[in-house]
T-cell receptor
Framework: DSGVTQTPKHLITATGQRVTLRCSPR?????VYWYQQSLDQGLQFLIH???????AKGNILERFSAQQFPDLHSELNLSSLELGDSALYFC????????????FGPGTRLLVL | AQKITQTQPGMFVQEKEAVTLDCTYD???????LFWYKQPSSGEMIFLIY??????QNATEGRYSLNFQKARKSANLVISASQLGDSAMYFC?????????????FGQGTILTVHP
């Protein structure tokens, strides 16, 4: 158990819908990262937040948005969902004294039908 | 841009033997970090080992060691005394180092199967 929690574990929804994925980092970690893992794209970095501020953006679609709240939990919002958005979405956090290492949550498996 | 290449889609090893998973990288950053993660069939990503670009010694963590050859830009993972539970997908990843730690760039992964 990495100490990073993600909810829900599984999500099944329809095209055009909107979903919210939630992540709680390890206690004391200020950074939260979101990644998408799909069969065709592999593991792709989406976005990084540090202590509530956006630090970096990767291959994140405009239909996707994220935020980190004052209690450091983070949410990834996916809207106007398409079949191709079906993937495993990971959240990771890293400790301030060793920011290089990221600890991953169990992931949210999203299926868009 | 940083890039990771894992050329072995699949590897097989006999239980209790050692196995090496290959990883080569490309980066223009003078400071960077190299990581290996394990992803079992259950899906979670488990951090295994880290090597900093300025580290003089190869990293070791229990049965895992990282064979770091900077001039060749390779960071191979060595698993000693393989166990059935080592069967999983293994990802090599790279990030910028120093105070610029940020996103991880992953390779395509290697599926390791340990035979009894």
């Amino acid at each position: 158990d990495s100490g990073v929690t993600q909810t829900p574990k599984h999500l099944i929804t329809a095209t055009g819908q909107r979903v919210t994925l939630r992540c709680s980092p390890r206690s004391g970690d200020l950074s939260v990262y979101w990644y998408q893992q799909s069969l065709d794209q592999g593991l792709q970095f989406l976005i990084h937040y540090y202590n509530g501020e956006e630090r970096a953006k990767g291959n994140i679609l405009e239909r996707f948005s994220a935020q980190q709240f004052p209690d450091l939990h983070s949410e990834l919002n996916l809207s106007s969902l398409e079949l191709g958005d079906s993937a495993l979405y990971f959240c990771a956090s890293s400790p301030p004294d060793f920011p290089g290492t990221q600890y991953f949550g169990p992931g949210t498996r999203l299926l868009v039908l | 841009a940083q890039k990771i290449t894992q050329t072995q889609p699949g590897m097989f090893v006999q239980e209790k033997e050692a196995v090496t998973l290959d990883c080569t990288y490309d980066t223009s950053d003078p400071s960077y970090g190299l990581f290996w993660y394990k992803q079992p069939s259950s899906g979670e990503m488990i951090f295994l080992i880290y090597q900093g670009s300025y580290d003089q010694q190869n990293a070791t963590e229990g049965r895992y060691s990282l064979n770091f050859q900077k001039a060749r830009k390779s960071a191979n993972l060595v698993i000693s005394a393989s166990q059935l539970g080592d069967s999983a997908m293994y990802f090599c990843a790279i990030s910028r180092g120093g105070t610029s730690y940020g996103k991880l760039t992953f390779g395509q992964g290697t599926i390791l199967t340990v035979h009894p």
